[in-house]
């Protein structure tokens, strides 16, 4: 523990490149922001914005946005997992899901989705462009959080943490300048997060897992709290200009590696800033990872490819490989025992 004012509270200061940088026990965190057009019929962007695209493979953020896999609807057709969990943290715009075990839902701003892959599960996830007079921005996050190996082939599961439900804290410090707190995961103050999935390693008392995102105010000022020790916590700056972290600068577009055994003064600069947090206990064990697969060891990929060759992790019960729901904008969720739930 330091016991200096002088000390920073700051290991190490990066750039935020697409794929953001994580530490364990988050695998990597995907930052989806793109300005796509009026829709068409299909919910997808119109024929002549198509041109020139890779379609199928297309990153290109040509125009301000990008298809993805997606061919008619942006996004990302339906693909495996195993041995980890995704959590999907929506600002704008929607996101459609479909699952091999029937689950699928509409979701947007404010919305959390988390999935538990375990051992082994297909899903899609597309950005179904509803809006046809006006543009359809998409703004969000994608985690991906490791199981430990114990867990790696626990039951899937699907989950929906509604933005009526998740806690939002507003704290005004002493010039009456705001910082807002949106607990995607992890407790802070006296708000009690969602509930995690009973596999997840965010699910264990001693994990420290915590997901936040913090708007600041520009000059605001809060202290973010300590963890546990043993805990390794990432700031990234992904809006707005900058903060000042216990004395040092960090600006939109980077990322930094905090302390986390005493408190850490934050202030917003001039144009205030937008924050995500991740933090946990490590999970300690080695990372195999290929593509949409992460275990712990060769054997268990080349395991993990032949299973789903094999099986192909369970039936596909949708029309296409890219299903949307429809043209509404309603939000709603069915989940695998067929029971529906829409935000209250």
């Known amino acids: 523990m330091s016991d200096s004012a002088t000390d920073s509270p700051i290991g190490e ?25 009026a829709g068409t019929d299909d919910l997808g962007a119109p024929t002549a914005d198509l041109i020139g695209r890779s379609i199928g493979q297309d990153f290109s953020g ?62 899609s996830e597309m950005f179904p462009l509803v809006e046809s007079s006006q543009p359809n921005p998409v703004e969000l996050f994608q985690i991906w959080l490791n199981l430990p190996g114990e867990d790696k082939m626990a039951e899937p599961s699907f989950h929906m943490h509604w933005s009526e439900q998740i806690h939002r804290l507003s704290f005004d410090d002493a010039n009456g300048r705001s910082t807002r707190v949106v607990a995607v995961a992890g407790r802070i103050g006296s708000a009690d997060p969602m509930s995690p999935p009973p596999s997840s390693w965010a699910s264990r008392s001693d994990s420290d897992v915590a997901i936040w995102h913090i708007e600041m105010d520009p000059h605001a000022e809060w202290t973010l709290p300590p963890a546990a020790a043993g805990t390794d916590r990432t700031v990234y700056v992904f809006d707005g200009e900058g903060i000042d972290l216990g004395g040092d600068i960090v600006t939109s577009g980077h990322g930094a590696s905090v302390e986390v055994d005493w408190p850490v003064a934050l202030t917003g600069l001039d144009g205030g ?26 054997a268990q990929l080349e395991q993990a490819f032949l299973d789903y060759r094999q099986t192909g992790y369970g039936d596909w019960p949708w029309p296409s490989d890219d299903p949307n729901h429809g043209p509404t904008s309603a939000r709603f969720a069915v989940y695998p025992d067929g029971h529906r739930e829409e935000p209250a």
């Not at 704008?92 to 839902?105: K, Q």
């Not at 995500?276 to 712990?296: D, K, S, T, W, Y």
Request: glycine share 12%; net charge neutral.
């Open 13 to 37: 200061v990066f750039d935020l490149e697409f794929v953001w940088r994580t530490f364990d026990p988050f695998l990597f965190c995907v930052h989806h922001v793109d300005a796509y057009p």
């Open 273 to 298: 800033a937008h924050i995500l947090v991740l933090q946990g206990r490590p999970i300690g064990e080695p990372v195999a990872h290929v593509g949409p697969f992460v275990m712990n060891s060769r």
């Open 62 to 123: 040509k125009s301000g946005w990008s298809m993805y896999h997606g061919s008619a609807v942006p996004g990302f057709p339906r693909h495996p997992h195993r041995g980890f969990e995704t959590v999907s943290y929506v600002r704008s715009g929607l996101m459609d899901h479909a699952d091999s075990m029937g689950a699928g839902a509409r979701f947007g701003p404010g919305d959390v989705q988390w999935i538990t892959a375990g051992r082994g599960i297909q899903h």
